[in-house]
């Protein structure tokens, strides 16, 4: 479906060239004092009683706060006492989609943005029939549609879809073996059907997911062009051709090297590596448990190269495993996992320029060694004492990173580790330690952070203004004391919306590297110029306009 799709955006586009000039840093205002409004129409009419969804973008599609209303008589909305940042809005309309895909806007504190209208137009219709090779209908089959390109902008209402709407992206077939898909925004897609390319815990009988028109390699599949209140007709797909998928067994258990005995309770994660013609692909499963006599089992398996972890408990003596292994023809049975004893790593860890005392947090630090060859982790972890010190058992011997996670705290705040040392000296990139041994004498050294900061900011052009067409996209990126790139997973995207504007929250203070990346309609010459860095600090918004260079 629609949310497991690979992201891929296609980048033809370099990076256009930017001027930043920081205008100046106002205090953050009381939240909740901004509105939205405007008009649903449908054809040009009045759209009463429809809701309107505005869903202020988090860190994540899971932290979207979400507010709704109605429309009233004369199809007009009105959202009041919304907090900053960017919002997108969509509709709970089964069959219509908003003309535009893209329908954010960045509002300020205070603000009040008047005359965003919601056009409804009728989405895309792809219907069929599945059948197995005999002809006889399938019923009750899951079908599929996957766009062979995916934008940012149209993924955000495909997961709206996911949620409000009576779900475009896939639907059963009835007992004609027919399927009707709608309310499908314009696009190429394509339509599947049949059983993932992992495993399942159905019957040992499955089909493999087929595509239209009826191929399993999706490279093969025929795109459907969906367009505004189009109907594709006859896109049926014969599954099975031949044999069901040949699916298998896999079971084994998780000991102890040294003993042989069964090592109950480990939770194991799988993870199938997926050959395409174009690369390959990895997906898992996790949150599996062995039971009392440490037995793993996994029913209907595809052919493929697997790959099992096992993870002790937290204090557990032993140090996580895994075993790789391929099912080609047959089940894969008697597989052995074996655990043995970690080291330890014990010390204390101290907070750097806070009053915040490690007893009001529930602190855990986790301690990550990679193997030999690169191609697999391990990662022990413990609680932090409310005196500071901990002790972490069962890390396995090379090269231990740690990493800090804080229990109880809300998302306006965050904790970094600082400073590693070892008896006094530093340790940047971490702590060297041999097969069960302890290392004591670690001292942790973290930092609290106010994710209390904010950009606001104003695309332009150096020529004139910033035509509606355009395809442009803000990279953001933390920089270190010694402004070189930090790791970071975890900041927020910054979106522009119509007007070239964008606001990002929930940053910590520190120097940020921005950079806008895209296209402008009929610009030929694509260039790379210098980045622009901006300072944010805590509790207020920095203010940024970026100048394109239209050369």
């Known amino acids: 479906m629609i949310s497991s799709a690979r992201q891929t955006l296609i980048c033809i586009l370099l990076v256009l060239g930017i001027a930043v000039s920081v205008q100046g840093q106002t205090t953050t205002q009381k939240a909740g004092s901004a509105s939205i409004s405007g008009k649903v129409t449908i054809k040009g009419k009045p759209a009463a009683g429809v809701t309107v969804l505005a869903a202020l973008s988090g860190n994540e599609y899971s932290n979207f706060r979400g507010h709704r209303t109605r429309t009233d008589q004369t199809g007009s909305y009105r959202f009041t006492k ?32 008047e005359d965003l209208n919601l056009e409804l137009v009728p989405g895309g219709v792809i219907t069929g029939k599945i059948t197995d090779p005999d002809g006889e209908p399938l019923i009750g089959e899951l079908v599929r549609i996957t766009p062979v390109e995916t934008r940012f902008e149209r993924g955000f209402g495909l997961v709206v879809s996911l949620f409000e709407r009576s779900n475009p992206t896939h639907h059963q077939t009835d007992d004609r073996g027919i399927y009707r898909l709608f309310g499908i925004p314009p696009g190429k897609y394509r339509v599947s059907v049949g059983q993932s390319d992992f495993m399942t815990g159905r019957s040992r009988e499955r089909y493999k997911e087929t595509f239209y ?10 795109a459907i062009e969906v367009k505004e209140g189009s109907e594709t007709k006859d896109v049926d797909i014969v599954m099975g051709i031949g044999l069901p998928a040949e699916t298998f067994r896999i079971t084994g258990r998780v000991v102890d090297s040294e003993t042989g005995r069964p090592i109950p309770d480990i939770r194991y994660e799988v993870t199938r590596t997926i050959e395409h013609q174009s690369g390959s692909s990895v997906s898992g499963m996790g949150g599996k448990i062995t039971n009392a006599d440490g037995e793993f089992r996994l029913e209907n398996a595809s052919p493929g190269k697997y790959t099992i972890s096992a993870e002790p408990s937290e204090g557990s003596e032993m140090s996580g495993a895994s075993i790789s292994f391929e099912v080609i023809d047959r089940d894969r049975t008697d597989l052995l996992i074996k655990m043995t004893k970690g080291g330890s790593l014990s010390g204390v860890l101290a907070l750097d320029g806070t009053e915040i005392s490690p007893a009001t947090r529930s602190f855990r630090l986790y301690a990550t060694v990679g193997s030999t060859d690169s191609t697999s982790t391990s990662s022990a972890r413990a609680s932090v004492n409310q005196d500071g010190t901990f002790r972490i058992n069962g890390v396995r011997s090379g090269l231990a990173r740690l990493g800090v996670f804080v229990f109880g705290s809300d998302n306006r705040e965050n904790f970094e580790i600082v400073r590693v040392e070892l008896d006094g000296v530093p340790q940047p990139d971490g702590i060297n330690i041999k097969e069960r041994e302890h290392v004591a004498g670690i001292r942790v050294t973290v930092k609290h952070q106010k994710l209390t900061g904010a950009i606001r900011g104003q695309v332009k052009v150096e020529s004139g203004e910033l035509p509606p067409t355009s395809e442009l996209w803000i990279w953001l990126w933390p920089l270190d004391e010694n402004l070189q790139l930090k790791p970071s997973s975890s900041l927020p995207r910054p979106e522009l919306d119509a007007r070239g504007r964008f606001f990002v929250d929930g940053l910590p203070a520190g120097t940020y590297q921005l950079r806008v990346y895209g296209n402008l309609p009929g610009r030929t010459k694509k260039t790379e110029q210098p980045t622009q860095r901006v300072t944010v600090t805590d509790d207020t918004v920095t203010e940024v306009t970026l100048m394109i260079k239209n050369d």
């Open 213 to 222: 028109p009826s191929v399993s390699d999706p490279e093969k599949a025929t």
């Open 82 to 113: 919304l907090p900053a940042g960017t919002y997108k809005l969509d509709s709970v309309t089964p069959a219509l989609i908003p003309a535009k895909q893209s329908n954010s806007v960045v509002v300020a504190e205070g603000e009040s943005i």
